[in-house]
């Protein structure tokens, strides 16, 4: 069992950054894939970035490659999303997820939610324009 908790969001401006971590108990964190997914209101969830546990393989949505950055600290069982230049657009509920991995999946396994075992509460990210 792995108990995730998301702390960092809030609400900011346009252009604005926000540092999400998420903290992880339970199993071995360093076991384990970790993803970031989103939901805004009557959307369906969606894959932001995800990190392997391994070698430190990273995914991004195509939406977020660049101002988003993924990490983790498995010393801290502890990961990460940066995020940078913030639009409107990605205003949602932010949740991190664990999945556990013994070697790195295919790239399209990582974006599926249904693949993850462990999922946070998610922290709400409010970008005002």
């Known amino acids: 069992q792995v108990q995730l908790v998301e702390s960092g969001g809030g609400l900011v401006h346009a252009g604005g950054s926000l540092k999400l971590s998420c903290a992880a108990s339970?199993?071995?964190?360093?076991?384990?894939?970790m993803g970031w997914f989103r939901q805004a209101p009557g959307k369906e969830r969606e894959f932001v970035a995800a990190i392997s546990r391994t070698m430190g393989r990273t995914y991004y949505a195509d939406s977020v490659k660049g101002p988003f950055t993924i990490s983790r600290d498995n010393a801290k069982n502890t990961g990460y999303l940066q995020m940078n230049s913030l639009k409107p657009e990605d205003t949602a509920v932010y949740y991190c997820a664990a999945a556990w991995e013994i070697t790195p999946y295919t790239t399209s396994w990582y974006r599926v939610p249904k693949n993850y075992d462990y999922w946070g509460r998610g922290t709400q990210v409010t970008v005002s324009s």
């Open positions: 339970g199993r071995t964190f360093s076991g384990y894939a």
